[in-house]
């Protein structure tokens, strides 16, 4: 980038539903943009659809931002607002003859267009109102008939080199003279977008790649109306696994569904991050701290990005383990409290345990729900066999009851309940009975927590205690010999 002034970014998201992943992903990468080199970020609602739009879904992006952390400079602008501005750019237009009225109706366009089909044409606008003469075009709008006002389209190719697909050209003769400003004087999406890119002093435009079609007419626009142009980027599309265009078949895609699921905002971004640019290697796992540093337009790529819920999963994961405790803590908390695993009051009177705990269940966590689903056999009296754990790890029900109960001796003659002098008892007992010591640990588990995945095994006894272990044992040995 040869542009050294002070970049400035918006994500201008048009407020007719929820904030969707791939809003989220374009809100991202204009902010990582912004933050990298030092910019402005801001926020253009564009709610000129006055039909589509609601004051919820402006709210569901608010919403979704400030959860993912991505904080924007300067006073919203809702784009309705500019009305005024939008006209009078078209008054300009019209002024310096960069456009001109139009009275064609839509009836008459439509026939014009089926004409054309007939002919196995491509239908283009024939600029018949460009030729009409400056008197009668005063006299139409004196007598008060509709027009729209159309760009007339310059001959010649449009062409700028785009930051994620290098040059891209238009040859204008493949662009009508389109609507800038409908009959009723509200303005059509380039000529409001231009307009306030202008007056925002936009320098990069980057946004999906849906839109690149929309670019040459914009940069007519641009300099129809004497301004400098802005650096444009556009973003690839995000696919599902099966290759389609992201929808809801593939899942959830509203941002607001995995900040209910309990999923970390810190995963969600790096997992954002990652459709549609790469740090370079095989990075994957990042703080938010960490994407500002490594981000470069660079690293965005032209192919589409495949959303994949398994690694978004995966990430949370990763990042489960990597935050704080601190920052955990809160997060887990509801979610034990709902489960009915303790109280508020419990959990702060054993706070040191409590967050022992925690540290100990993330690692083979990816979500809350897993974390609380581990935590349960450390906080409830009965637990639950997961019916795949014991056909596992119970297979003959006698064998695995006297095993139990040799193991329930090793451990109940064990002095010091700590990590290694626990870990000498078990393995002590398997090599005394010549078996592995996984065959000691596995049964143990199952009976410890009912389930076939936690944390290490000396671990899991220091973390419950004597005396919840050996009765988690004598019930496992209860239900064993029913
Ligand atoms: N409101 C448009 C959208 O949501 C904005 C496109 C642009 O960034 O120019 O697609």
Same mark, same amino acid.
């Given at each position: 980038m040869t542009d050294t002034t002070r970049p400035r970014l918006r994500f201008a998201p048009s407020p007719t539903g929820y904030l969707h992943v791939g809003g989220a992903r374009t809100a991202l990468f204009n902010w990582l943009y912004a933050r990298k080199y030092g910019g402005d970020f801001l926020l253009r609602i564009e709610d000129t659809d006055k039909a589509r739009s609601t004051d919820e879904s402006t709210r569901a992006i608010f919403e979704g931002m400030l959860w993912l952390g991505l904080d924007w400079d300067e006073e919203v602008v809702y784009q309705g607002a500019n009305l005024p501005r939008h006209q009078a750019d078209a008054e300009r237009l019209l002024e310096s003859g960069a456009a001109y009225r139009c009275f064609c109706t839509p009836a008459e366009l439509e026939e014009r267009r089926r004409e054309a089909e007939a002919r196995r044409e491509a239908f283009k606008y024939?600029?018949?109102?460009?030729?009409?003469?400056r008197a009668e075009v005063d006299r139409r709008v004196a007598a008060g008939e509709p027009y729209v006002v159309r760009f007339r389209v310059p001959e010649g190719t449009t062409e700028w080199d785009d930051l994620v697909h290098e040059r891209i050209a238009f040859p204008?003769?493949?662009? $009508?003279?389109?609507?800038?400003?409908?009959?009723?004087?509200t303005p059509i999406y380039n000529l409001a977008v231009v307009s306030d890119d202008i007056a925002m002093r936009i320098t990069v435009v980057m946004r999906g790649d849906d839109h690149i079609s929309n670019t040459p007419k914009q940069i007519l626009l641009y300099r129809a109306l004497g301004a400098p142009l802005p650096t444009f980027a556009h973003l690839p599309m995000i696919h599902g696994l099966d290759g389609k265009?992201?929808?809801k078949r593939h899942g959830a895609t509203a941002v607001g569904d995995y900040q209910h699921y309990g999923l970390l905002p810190s995963a969600m971004l790096n997992f954002l991050a990652l459709l549609g640019w790469?740090?370079?290697?095989?990075?994957e796992v990042m703080t938010l701290n960490e994407m500002i540093e490594l981000f470069?337009? $660079?690293?965005?790529?032209k192919k589409a990005a495949i959303f994949d819920p398994k690694k978004l999963e995966w990430m949370n994961g990763q990042h489960l383990s990597m935050i704080s405790l601190e920052e955990l803590e809160p997060r887990v908390t509801p979610a034990i409290i709902t489960a009915r695993l303790a109280t508020e009051e419990e959990l702060v009177e054993r706070r040191e345990w409590y967050l022992r705990l925690l540290d100990l269940l993330r690692?083979?966590?990816?979500t809350i729900d897993d974390i609380v689903r581990q935590a349960a056999p450390y906080f409830l009296e009965d637990i639950e066999y997961d019916p795949a754990a014991v056909a596992k790890n119970w297979k003959d029900p006698a064998e695995s009851a006297d095993l139990l109960r040799e193991t329930r001796d090793a451990l109940a003659r064990?002095?010091?309940?700590d990590a290694p002098a626990l870990e000498a008892s078990l393995r002590g007992l398997a090599e005394r009975k010549g078996i592995t010591a996984g065959k000691v640990f596995q049964p143990l588990r199952v009976a410890l927590t009912?389930?076939?995945?936690?944390?290490g095994i000396f671990e899991m006894l220091v973390q419950m205690g004597r005396d919840l272990s050996l009765k988690r044992i004598d019930k496992a040995l209860a239900v064993l010999e029913r």
């Open positions: 024939d600029r018949r109102c460009d030729r009409l003469p204008n003769k493949d662009i $009508e003279d389109f609507v800038i400003l409908r009959s009723d004087h265009k992201l929808s790469s740090p370079g290697g095989d990075r470069s337009p $660079e690293g965005l790529q690692v083979r966590s990816r064990t002095e010091v309940w009912g389930l076939t995945v936690s944390p």
